[in-house]
């Protein structure tokens, strides 16, 4: 069956429109390790899928997911010492004020439970994000994607501009002055939710703002931004489902810009395929929550659920992923930096979580080149995407085991996709 009798397949079965990537998507039917493989036995380095954080198919998870499927699954109404372990474990993670947690299946989730849990504990109802975010498809959560600063919804959310240095308004700012005139954005947002009558609950954010594009952040403006969050009463949530488990080459995007979060969700590599996400508090906060919810999930909290967690934690610590992560993208980040110039613009990010800004010949971003790059890097074996605010960052993600080796082949990949064709672009 070819990849488009498969499609057409697929959107009479999941109806039209369902996204895919590339021009001509890919039929994948293995991974290993940072590799993917179609159905034509065909090798790709995975440049992009932070779910499988450990790697594809990691053995030891393998193992540990059968042995408990084998074994025992249930829903969280049993004692099972291993979710506790998986708690324990996780809130070590933190600083000590991260006390609890509550388990979920997926991001969006985890951080609508957040969310609920800042209004609970505040009174109010309003909610803070930056402008052209995401943090998830459920109705609240949802409710944040693509909000404009100043516009309060009905729901109670509102949105401040980033330091974006591509936004008219930016023009001939420093970094330090965009940094400035986000902050004045943020409280005129703040003072918009108090117009309302919604007050603050809480300020939710990526800590290295991931769906925006990875932007320089300057030094202190993190710290800022918190500061003026909680002078009004309202909690910081870190929503760190796509920056945390060692990503960074630091266990949490939060670690080292200056502030420690109330919240901190987390989601995507968890489980390393099986849905895990938690959200993570004080006790005080998460037993606030508890007995005013009574919240369930069916499948969150299962031995299920531990086991891969445990495991992927287990292997991240004895394989040394995150120290990977962070030489490993020091490293790759460094060499693309020498690329500087003509269609990059800029080459951004911490660790293995690298930007690297497309530009067209008039130095704006060019979404359109950046789609026609990764679909470059695809047909050469490496599988990127494009992202950001304006679709012009190449987004690389891959596995952390990803390895120096993995990076050259991948510069010279990028190399050639830049200079194909048509004068690149």
Not at 305 to 320: H, K, N, P
Request: hydrophobic letters at 40%; charged letters at 20%; a negative charge.
């Amino acid at each position: 069956m070819t990849p488009a009798e498969l499609k057409a397949r697929r959107d009479a079965a999941l109806g039209a429109g369902t996204a895919l990537f590339y021009s001509s998507p890919l039929h994948i039917v293995r991974g290993e390790g940072v590799m993917l493989y179609d159905a034509d036995g065909r090798a790709y380095v995975d440049m992009y899928n932070n779910v499988p954080c450990v790697g594809h198919a990691h053995p030891r998870v393998q193992e540990a997911v059968s042995r408990q499927l084998g074994r025992l699954n249930v829903h969280s109404r049993y004692l099972h010492e291993d979710i506790v372990r998986l708690a324990e474990r996780l809130t070590g993670l933190h600083p000590s004020g991260m006390e609890a947690v509550i388990f979920s299946c997926s991001g969006s989730e985890a951080n609508e439970i957040a969310l609920r849990m800042a209004r609970m504990a505040t009174g109010r109802r309003g909610i803070v994000c930056a402008h052209g975010t995401y943090h998830g498809n459920t109705e609240l959560v949802g409710s944040l994607t693509g909000r404009t600063p100043l516009e309060v919804s009905a729901e109670g959310v509102c949105a401040f501009a980033w330091p974006d240095p591509y936004a008219p308004s930016s023009a001939g700012l420093s970094l330090e002055e965009q940094a400035q005139a986000s902050l004045l954005s943020l409280e005129a947002s703040l003072e918009a939710l108090d117009a309302s009558g919604h007050g603050l609950a809480a300020l939710i954010l990526c800590p290295i703002f991931a769906n925006e594009g990875l932007p320089l952040i300057p030094e202190g403006y993190l710290a800022d931004l918190a500061g003026r969050v909680r002078a009004r009463g309202g909690l910081l949530i870190a929503d760190e489902v796509q920056s945390g488990y060692g990503r960074t080459g630091r266990w949490w995007g939060y670690e080292g810009a200056g502030f420690t979060p109330d919240i901190v969700v987390t989601g995507k590599p968890m489980g390393a395929g099986v849905p895990l996400a938690a959200t993570a508090a004080s006790r005080a906060l998460i037993e606030a929550f508890r007995a005013r919810t009574r919240y369930f999930n069916t499948f969150s909290s299962s031995p299920l659920q531990a086991a891969a967690g445990l495991a992927v934690l287990d292997i991240i610590e004895d394989e040394r992923l995150k120290e990977n992560a962070a030489e490993v993208g020091s490293y790759l980040k460094a060499q693309l930096s020498d690329r500087l110039g003509g269609p990059v613009g800029a080459v951004l990010g911490h660790g293995l979580f690298i930007g690297v800004e497309l530009l067209s010949s008039d130095g704006s971003p060019d979404p359109v080149f950046a789609s026609r790059v990764v679909n470059r890097l695809k047909d050469r074996g490496f599988l990127a995407n494009n992202a950001g605010f304006r679709g012009a960052t190449l987004k690389l993600r891959p596995p952390l085991p990803f390895s120096r080796a993995h990076a050259d082949a991948f510069l010279e990949a990028f190399d050639d996709s830049l200079a194909q064709g048509d004068g690149a672009r």
